[in-house]
């Protein structure tokens, strides 16, 4: 395609001015891909719409690989080097045509070469070359390309006894090519199963490899013994451990690399009876992660409604509660987007940072220089911030810092491990936060959990349990509830559930609310009280998904508090 229509768009839409399209014109000559490349790097945050132009432009649409849903059957109908050397992969079917992504979607010659190789008629949409890319080697990397991995691997030269783990034999099999690719394809091979942890694991005969998958440890596949020691050593290196030592537990932090992606993994191994037992936790993308919406995240419409009335306070301390990997972080991110506006001064600190926000100022703890969520906040208070976002509250110290920076006039937003949202004020009094001081700062506390959502592929409704009943409705008599579950299916490895969906209990404090804290209340006396401004436990919003359909009786119980009887 030539420049000059893509180049007309983008200044008909005000992105650049016709002095600057004349510069890019000239540089990049009539090569519009390389300009579209460029812009996106200018204006990162007009990525969807200045690809939207471009697909205009070639009068395609443009396709998001990044926030698309993605058919595993289709993907495999095209050979990988054909997608590899082409830039291109299928994505869906849809009737009796398949959706594929290119880069080149005018591209008559490899259009109709795809279109032999899948036996049926292409449908072409434009993506970024790199996005393709991404989407090419976690796609195609599964569990049997990972067993195939390990059975070309069977030579000696990269199998290391335990007798022979000597330093160099180690830091030698550790950089072969060959172990490099299967600490690459096991990283992908997690994305791609959209895992939040990988756990490896040596027993005396053989490793298991099991990712945890919607929360739930999932069994993938094992490795030979011999590949522990090369593995582990490749992880060390990556995480800036000391492959030498194997008699004590280490931590590091591994930056792993995609094309449009980078994935922040914290590594942990530990020394056990049959071997080095390994852990990775995948905390999330930095760049290219978009912040979902407000909406988007599964709030009911009262518990929405109180969280959008906390954050419109002009200075309080906002809490999102609940254990690790419940995407408090997330949600704290929505509630920001919602705020962010030119005239509003936002500044976080986090460990990590997980998301990137335009318009604010992010800062990453570093112990290492004494930048600590404490160290950092004293500074906040001299930028002159709105709203301070402090990623977690783990110190006397950094509760009280808070609560004064609320009391000075600061939305500060934080988050904290409490199996509850009445909790939360329970959880910072027994730390060390004066009563008062939690009753004058705190605005009030949102609780979340993630549950499986169930599979849409192999969901069926059946009667709910009639003790389940009576527990949560009370005698209905002879009347009936369904609710649904997944059969199983291949699409989700026979477990019924496919994704997560959060529930929640968030409660606003009311000026009686703050006297009962303030008189050192009980939790069940907060409650109480509570409960009669609109608030609702966490396991009556999992009660309500369950009637719709959208998780099961047994995931809601599993994460929250069984009512009594």
């Known amino acids: 395609m030539k420049s000059e229509a893509f180049l007309k768009l983008v200044v008909d839409r005000g992105l650049v001015s016709a002095e600057q399209a004349r510069t890019l014109s000239a540089r990049h000559g009539k090569v519009a891909l390389a300009i579209l490349e460029q812009l996106i790097d200018r204006h990162e945050t007009a990525k969807v719409e200045l690809c939207q132009m471009y697909g205009d432009a070639l009068g395609v649409a443009y396709l998001d690989l990044t926030r698309t849903i993605i058919q595993p059957e289709v993907v495999r109908l095209l050979p990988r080097d054909f997608a590899v050397k082409h830039q291109m992969i299928a994505v869906y079917r849809f009737a009796d045509s398949v959706t594929v992504a290119t880069a080149e979607p005018l591209n008559p010659t490899v259009l109709d070469d795809a279109a032999r190789l899948l036996s049926l008629p292409v449908n072409a949409v434009f993506s970024l070359p790199g996005e393709i890319k991404d989407a090419i080697e976690v796609e195609y990397t599964t569990v049997t390309v ?7 691997m069977g030579l000696k030269h990269v199998f290391v006894e335990e007798t022979e783990a000597t330093p160099q034999r180690l830091a030698g099999v550790a950089a072969d090519q060959s172990i490099v690719q299967l600490s690459r394809q096991l990283f ?8 939040s942890d990988i756990h490896i694991e040596p027993s005396q005969h053989e490793v298991r490899v099991r990712l ?19 593995l582990a050593s490749r992880l060390k290196i990556m995480a ?106 936002i500044v976080t600190v986090e460990d990590p940072v997980e998301y990137r926000l335009p318009g604010t100022t992010q800062v990453q703890v570093n112990p290492d220089v004494d930048l600590t969520f404490l160290t950092a906040l004293r500074s906040f208070l001299r930028q002159d911030p709105n709203i301070i976002l402090v990623g977690e509250v783990r110190d006397l110290e950094t509760a009280k810092m808070v609560s004064q920076a609320a009391l000075t006039g600061h939305l500060v937003m934080s988050t904290l491990h409490t199996n509850s949202a009445i909790q939360a004020i329970t959880r910072l009094v027994e730390i060390g936060v004066e009563p008062f001081l939690v009753a004058s700062a705190l605005a009030g506390v949102s609780a979340q959990r993630l549950v499986r959502r169930i599979c849409p592929n192999c969901r069926e409704e059946i009667p709910m349990p009639r003790s389940a009943i009576e527990r949560y409705f009370g005698p209905l008599g002879d009347r009936t509830v369904n609710m649904w579950h997944g059969r199983g299916c291949d699409a989700c490895h026979r477990t019924g559930y496919s994704g997560r969906l959060a529930i929640h209990e968030v409660f606003m404090l009311s000026e009686e609310i703050r006297r009962l804290i303030a008189e050192k209340a009980t939790p069940p006396e907060l409650q109480s009280l509570a409960e009669q401004y609109g608030y609702r436990p966490m396991v009556y919003d999992g009660i309500k998904k369950v009637l719709r359909g959208l998780t099961t009786l047994a995931e809601v119980e599993r994460v929250t508090a069984i009512p009594e009887e």
Do not use: W
Not at 188 to 195: G, S
Not at 213 to 229: C, K, N, P, S, Y
């Open 240 to 345: 800036g451990c000391d492959i030498a030592e194997r008699r004590r537990p280490q931590d590091g932090r591994i930056a792993f690399e995609l094309a449009t992606r980078s994935l922040d993994v914290r590594f942990s191994c530990v020394p056990g009876m049959d071997g080095e037992k390994i852990a990775l936790r995948l905390l999330g993308t930095v760049r290219g992660r978009p912040i979902p919406l407000l909406e988007e995240l599964d709030f009911s419409h009262a518990c929405l409604g109180t969280v959008k009335q906390i954050a419109a306070s002009p200075s309080g301390v906002f809490f999102v509660t609940g254990p690790t990997g419940s995407g408090k972080t997330t949600t704290l991110y929505s509630v920001l987007k919602l705020l962010n506006s030119p005239g509003v001064h």
């Open 212 to 230: 945890r998958i919607d929360g739930v440890l999932q069994e993938r596949f094992h490795l030979d013994r011999r590949l522990l020691a090369p």
């Open 188 to 195: 992908i091979c997690a994305l791609r199963e959209r895992a």
């Open 146 to 152: 990972l067993q195939e991995s390990q059975a070309q």
